[in-house]
C-alpha cells in the first residue's frame, strides 16, 4: 500500500512536515511495509514558504529587510528545489506580528520590505513568484512594495511621498519608469483567499483597518486615501483596481501587485497544490491523510484538508482527517470526500498539554489508522 500523508501545520505547534513525519513514523510501527509520500501543505497563509521548501527540497534564504515601521530586521523566503521560484509570506517583512500593539499603526506602516523580498528573490535568478499575502500590518495599497522595486509616487510639487496609508493622498504621479526590468519577465502569483474590493464598506481599510490599529476616524480617511491611490492609477496607468475581488486583500496589497506588478491572484491551496504536484502524488496513492489543528464546519472554505480531499475525491481515493480537535460540524465533510475523521486526544486535557504533547499523540494516532487499515472483516 502506498499511502499519501499531506497536512497543514498545527498552528502554534508542529509544522505541516513535522505533522506528516509523526503520522507516518506511527504507522510504520505497524504496517513497516506501507510506502509512505509525505507532502507538507499549507493554504498561501503562515507556513507556506516552509511547506513548499520541504516539499521541494528547496532551501531558505535569510535577509534583512526593513519592517512595517522602516527598520531593519531579519526576514526571509524560500527557493524551491529547481532554482527557479521564489515562496514569500510578506507577514515575513510586513507582518502584524512584526509590532507590538502599541506600535500597529496603518497610517505610516509600509510594504516596502516585501519589495524587498521580491527584488532579492529577482537577484537569485527566480522566474516565478508565489507571495502570501496574509497577515499585513499595512494599507498603503501596495506602495512601499512598488518603491522597494524602483516604481516613484510624487507630489503636485514632484517631491517623493512618504510610505504608509497615510500619504497616499498626496499621490499625484506615477512613474513606472525605474520598476525593476526582471519584473516583466516573472510569474507572479499571489495567494489571495478574500474577495475584498480596495474600498468601500467592505474594503481594505473598513474591513481590516480597525484590527491594524486604525480607529473610525482613520480608517475613514484611509478609505478615502485608497480612493484617491486608486483613481490616479486609473487615470495615469489605465487600471481600474477599487472593485477587483482580492484588491483589498492586506491593506490594498493584492490591488498594488495586480496594478504595478501585473500579478494574478488566486486561491491559496490551488497555488500551493500546483507547485507541490499534489494532483500526481494523489493519483499514486491507494490512501490520503491529511489534517491540521481544527477540523470543523468552516474546513470546507478554502481550508487545507478540504482541497485535498476535494482533489482526492475526483481520483476515488479514500481520506482520512486527522485533526487536534474536531468540532461542530465536521460531520458535513463526510459528504465532500472525507472517509474518517480522527481527533488526535485521548484524554480529556487542556490546550497546553495537546500543545506540548502533540508529535506524541499524532504517532499513537498514526498507528491507530494502521490498525483499522489491517482489520480483515
Same mark, same amino acid.
Given at each position: ?45 503562515? =507556513? ?83 507571495? =502570501? ?30 510610505? =504608509? ?171 465532500? =470526500? ?40
Amino acid at each position: 500500500m502506498k499511502i499519501l500523508v499531506a497536512p497543514d501545520s498545527f498552528k502554534d505547534c508542529l509544522s505541516a512536515r513535522q505533522v506528516a513525519v509523526a503520522l507516518s513514523k506511527g504507522m510504520k510501527k505497524i504496517s513497516p511495509e506501507t510506502i509512505f509520500d509525505i507532502a507538507p501543505m499549507a493554504d498561501g497563509g503562515e =507556513g507556506t514558504v516552509e511547506s513548499v521548501v520541504d516539499a521541494t527540497q528547496g532551501k531558505l534564504v535569510q535577509i534583512p529587510v526593513m519592517d512595517p515601521l522602516m527598520r531593519e530586521t531579519s526576514s526571509f523566503y524560500g527557493i524551491t528545489g529547481d532554482g527557479t521560484t521564489a515562496v514569500i509570506e510578506m507577514a515575513a517583512a510586513s507582518g502584524i506580528e512584526l509590532l507590538v500593539t502599541s506600535e500597529r499603526n496603518p497610517w505610516v506602516t509600509s510594504t516596502f520590505g516585501t519589495g524587498q523580498l521580491i527584488r532579492h528573490a529577482l537577484d537569485r535568478g527566480c522566474k516565478k513568484i508565489l507571495l =502570501g499575502i496574509g497577515g499585513s500590518a499595512t494599507n498603503d495599497g501596495g506602495a512601499g512594495m512598488a518603491v522597494a522595486l524602483g516604481v516613484k509616487f510624487t507630489n503636485h510639487a514632484g517631491a517623493s511621498i512618504g510610505p =504608509g496609508g497615510g500619504a497616499l493622498i498626496d499621490v499625484a504621479g506615477v512613474h513606472m519608469d525605474g520598476l525593476d526590468p526582471r519584473i516583466a519577465n516573472a510569474e507572479i502569483l499571489v495567494a489571495c483567499d478574500v474577495s475584498n474590493p480596495l474600498t468601500g464598506p467592505n474594503g481594505a481599510s473598513f474591513v481590516y483597518g480597525p484590527q491594524k490599529g486604525a480607529d473610525q476616524e482613520m480608517v475613514e480617511k484611509l478609505d478615502k486615501n485608497l480612493n484617491h491611490f486608486a483613481g490616479v492609477i486609473q487615470q495615469q496607468l489605465g487600471k481600474e483596481i477599487s472593485h477587483l475581488p482580492g484588491a483589498g486583500a492586506a491593506g490594498g496589497l493584492g490591488a498594488g501587485l495586480m496594478a504595478f506588478l501585473g500579478a494574478r491572484l488566486m486561491k491559496g491551496f490551488d497555488m500551493i497544490a500546483e507547485t507541490v504536484g499534489l494532483e500526481e502524488k494523489i493519483k499514486r496513492a491507494d490512501l490520503v491523510i491529511t489534517g491540521e489543528g481544527k477540523i470543523d464546519g468552516q474546513t470546507r472554505f478554502g481550508k487545507t484538508p478540504f482541497g485535498v480531499a476535494q482533489l482526492a475525491q475526483k481520483h476515488g481515493k479514500p481520506v482520512v482527517g486527522v485533526a487536534g480537535t474536531v468540532e461542530a460540524g465536521a460531520d458535513l465533510l463526510y459528504r465532500e =470526500g472525507f472517509h474518517l475523521i480522527m481527533p488526535i486526544m485521548e484524554m480529556p486535557s487542556d490546550l497546553a498539554y495537546a500543545i506540548t504533547h502533540a508529535e506524541q499523540l499524532l504517532e499513537r494516532t498514526g498507528e491507530r489508522i494502521a490498525r483499522m487499515l489491517n482489520l480483515e472483516i
